[in-house]
Structure formats: C-alpha cells, structure tokens
C-alpha cells in the first residue's frame, strides 16, 4: 500500500475527489448510503482494502456532523433508545473487522458486492425490508449483528440498520439523527477496528484524509437540497446507481477467482 497515493494521476485525483463530493451529497439527502457509494466507486479504482480504508475518515466526519444536528442531548437520548443495537454491532465489527488482510482479493469484492446489489436490486422492487425477529429487541439485535458483520470488511452498515428504523417506524428527522449517531459510533469503531487490523496506515490514512473536504461540501449541499426534491424518484436513483455499482463489483470478483 505504500505507492497509494503516487497510483492517482490528475485525472484520477479528480474522479476521487468527485466520488467524495457526490458520496457525502447522497448522504446529506437520504441519510446513509455514503460508503456504499464510496466503497462501490474506489473499489472500481484501487483494491478493496485500500477502498475501505479510503471511506473510514470521511465517514466519521460526516456522521458526527449529521448526528449533532439536533445537538448533544437529542443524539444522547438516540444512543441510549438503540443501545442493544450498537452494543451488538459493535462486537461483530471488531471481529469481522481482523479477516480484512486474510480474505483474497475477490471473496472481499464478491462479499462487498453481492449485499450492494441485493439490498438496490431489493428496494428498486418496491418490497419493503423486513426484520428477522420482528420490530422487537430481537429484531434489532439481528440488524446489530448482521450490519455490523457487514461493516467491519466493507464499512457499509447502511441497509440493516434503515430496515431496523424503518420497521420500528421512526419519524424522518429521528431518522436522520439516529442514522448520524449509529454510523458516527459504528465507524469510529471501524476505524480503531483498521488501525488493528492493519488496513488504515500512513499511507491509506492520507487517502482517507483527502476525501473529507469534497465529502463535507457534499453533505452541505445534501442537507440544502433535502427539503427541496423528490425524495422517492432521488432513492430510486441512488439505488440504481448503487445497484450498477454491486453488480460491477461482483463482475471483479468473478474475474478474479
């Protein structure tokens, strides 16, 4: 990983820094989906490990933005409403986390791609998610589990926990507040979970670094424009981008093996 950086041409640093942009105004629109966007798009460009380590800084830094929005108490009370949640999630991650630098190339592209293109191809359908185990605690334990599974090789733990909040029926600026607050703790526990592992060093961590600035004017934008379009067409996009994106992961990892 060392020649991270010396890898990206002017050219290539543009489309890098376009990925950060339109990531974080995704983000700022719907509330997630920004690693998955990131992880979909640098994953076309740099190897999955590198990928991952790009989106952990930009991803800290926008959730903390977009869980203090409604201030310090109000993201409190969301911690402690779905602690069952992060505390489940968290423990997964921490695990999932150390196969990183063991997983071939392709099983990281495929296990990345496959739950990308599952969860667009599933919402772009029409059918509503649903929870194993209910809307109940069980039910959010599951998700806890399954995004933080998920989160710790990939660094996408949007899907599941949308299900989750969805089914429980929370209301779209709770929504957006606890999205902040689950991501914001998930991927500080990422980050500390790739430091561990390896995955985030001082050659990545640059990386990482460069993409914040281009993601937090993305969120702004977002957070302006919130109010002003039609949220389902815009999902609907997002999703169909997102789904192109799996697929073309899934086709590396197939190439690969």
């Known amino acids: 990983m060392d020649g991270v950086l010396l890898q990206f041409g002017l050219v290539g640093w543009g489309v890098l820094l376009t990925v950060g942009l339109g990531a974080g105004i995704v983000k700022g629109m719907v509330g997630f989906a920004m690693p998955m966007v990131m992880i979909s798009a640098l994953g076309s460009m740099v190897s999955p490990e590198v990928a991952l380590a790009g989106l952990i800084v930009p991803t800290v830094v926008t959730n903390v933005w977009q869980a203090l929005r409604q201030g310090i108490g109000a993201a409190w009370d969301s911690i402690r409403r779905f ?40 919402g772009l359908s029409g059918r509503p998610l649903t929870l194993p185990g209910g809307a109940g605690r069980r039910g959010e334990a599951s998700m806890g589990a399954l995004a933080g599974f998920f989160a710790g090789f990939s660094g996408v733990w949007g899907p599941p926990t949308v299900a989750m909040l969805t089914a429980r029926g929370t209301d779209m600026q709770e929504q957006m507040r606890v999205q902040g607050v689950i991501y914001g703790l998930g991927s500080l526990a990422l980050a500390g979970a790739h430091v561990v592992s390896g995955v985030l060093n001082t050659a990545t961590l640059t990386l990482s670094v460069s993409l914040v600035l281009p993601s937090l004017a993305g969120l702004w ?37």
């Open 83 to 122: 602690r069952l949640f992060l505390l489940v999630g968290f423990v997964l991650l921490m695990g999932s986390a150390q196969l990183v630098p063991y997983l071939p190339k392709s099983l990281m592209s495929l296990m990345i791609g496959l739950p990308v293109a599952l969860y667009a191809g599933w």
């Open 221 to 257: 934008i977002g957070f302006r424009i919130q109010d002003r379009i039609d949220q389902r067409t815009f999902r609907k996009l997002t999703l169909l981008v997102l789904l192109i994106a799996g697929l073309n992961l899934i086709r590396r990892g197939v190439l690969a093996i």
